[in-house]
């Protein structure tokens, strides 16, 4: 069982930065991990996701503007947000998906983004 806590929501205006965390309980070296959001009325939506070998996919909406990154030492994992617009507003979730396709969900954080 591992528990995942997500911090570094807030509020910030349209152009702006953020940067999530995720820790986790225990150790995430066995995981992908992976950052997901949901908007109000909409599906959650894969925004990044890093491999245990260090790969990472973005969604297409955030690709050269959000960064995934994740220290095992730590047992952390970062999405560094740059040039927020107000369609990247939603409740961000980290993920940690196991080698044999078991999912781990942290509470979320809220983004909010002023225009």
């Known amino acids: 069982q591992v528990q995942l806590v997500e911090s570094g929501g807030g509020l910030v205006q349209a152009g702006g930065s953020l940067r999530l965390s995720c820790a986790a309980s225990g150790s995430i070296a066995g995981f992908t991990m992976g950052w997901h959001r949901q908007a109000p009325g909409k599906q959650r939506e894969l925004v990044a996701r890093?491999?245990?070998?260090?790969?990472?996919n973005y969604a297409d909406s955030v690709k050269g503007r959000f960064t995934i990154s994740r220290d095992n030492a730590k047992n952390t994992v970062y999405l560094q947000m740059n040039s927020l617009k107000p369609e990247d507003e939603a409740v961000y979730y980290c993920?940690?998906?196991?080698?044999?396709?078991?999912?781990?969900w942290g509470q979320g954080t809220q983004v909010t983004v002023s225009s």
């Open positions: 993920n940690a998906a196991s080698f044999s396709q078991t999912n781990y």
């Open positions: 890093i491999t245990r070998g260090g790969s990472r």
